[in-house]
C-alpha cells in the first residue's frame, strides 16, 4: 500500500533535525521490533442514507504480530535525560474474524479477509537517564494507510470483489501516537526496549457493496481506526 501523506512525517524529521544539527554529541540511530497489535472494530457509517437508512458496518479481527523500523537522533541531551527525533514505519496484517452489518452479526465460516494496516509517523521522544533501565514517553503523527479486504453472508469462502456482500478497498488518515516504554542498555552501542503505544486514525473512507434496505448499493463507509500495540526491540546507536 502507498502511504498518501507519508511526504508530511518525512518533512516533520527533516525539521527536527535541522532543529539541532549543529549538536556534535547527537548520535543517529537505527531499531528494529516486533509488534503485537489489538485493533478496536472498525465501525463505520455510511456517507449518505440508503432508502432512508444510514448502512453501517463493523469489523473486528484476531489480535496479530508485525514488524517496525525506526531511525532516530538525538537531539538535546543533559544530565537528566534527552530528547530525540524518530522516523518510523510500521506494518501488520490482522485477519477479520467478525463483522456486524445494520445490527446482524457473521462470524465463523460467514466471514473472511485481512485488515492490513501501514504507517510512517514523525516522533518526538523524551528518554529519562536513570542508569541501566531508562524509560521515556513519546508522541507521534504522521499518515496510516488502513486496508480492508473483507467477505461476509453470501460472498464468504470467496475473493473479495468477487460477489457482494463484500468491502475491497483502502485509504489514509492522520495518525495520532502516544506511547511509553523504557530502554535497557546492554553496551554503548545496543539497546533493548518495551513500549505499549496507542494509536488513533481519524475518517477512513471504505467502499463497501451489498444489500441491506433499498437493495443492492455501494456506499462509502465513514469511520475512524485505533489500535494498541506492545513492542520489543533492539536499536543500534551510531
Do not use: C, H
Amino acid at each position: 500500500m502507498i502511504l498518501k501523506k507519508s511526504i508530511v512525517s518525512v518533512a516533520l524529521l527533516a525539521a527536527m533535525a535541522s532543529a539541532n544539527a549543529s549538536a556534535q554529541d547527537s548520535p543517529w540511530s537505527v531499531s528494529v521490533s516486533a509488534i503485537t497489535v489489538d485493533v478496536d472494530t472498525i465501525e463505520t457509517t455510511s456517507t449518505d442514507q440508503v432508502a432512508g437508512v444510514s448502512r453501517t458496518l463493523a469489523i473486528s479481527t484476531d489480535d496479530d504480530t508485525g514488524f517496525g523500523i525506526n531511525v532516530g537522533r538525538t537531539l538535546f541531551s543533559s544530565s537528566t535525560g534527552n530528547l530525540r527525533a524518530e522516523l518510523s514505519y510500521q506494518d501488520f496484517d490482522q485477519s477479520v474474524d467478525g463483522i456486524q452489518f445494520l445490527g446482524n452479526n457473521f462470524s465463523g465460516a460467514a466471514v473472511g479477509g485481512d485488515v492490513e494496516v501501514e504507517s510512517i509517523l514523525a516522533r518526538l521522544v523524551y528518554q529519562f537517564e536513570l542508569g541501566r533501565i531508562d524509560p521515556y514517553v513519546g508522541f507521534g503523527i504522521g499518515s496510516t494507510d488502513v486496508g480492508v479486504n473483507a467477505v461476509y453472508g453470501g460472498s464468504a469462502g470467496t475473493n473479495a470483489g468477487a460477489q457482494p456482500p463484500f468491502i475491497a478497498d483502502s485509504d489514509s488518515g492522520t495518525a495520532l501516537e502516544g506511547r511509553i516504554g523504557a530502554n535497557f542498555n546492554l553496551n554503548d552501542q545496543f539497546d533493548l526496549y518495551l513500549e505499549y503505544t496507542r494509536t488513533e486514525v481519524d475518517d477512513i473512507r471504505l467502499d463497501r457493496l451489498g444489500g441491506g434496505p433499498g437493495g443492492l448499493q455501494s456506499t462509502t463507509q465513514l469511520g475512524d481506526v485505533d489500535f494498541d500495540s506492545i513492542t520489543v526491540g533492539v536499536t543500534y546507536r551510531f
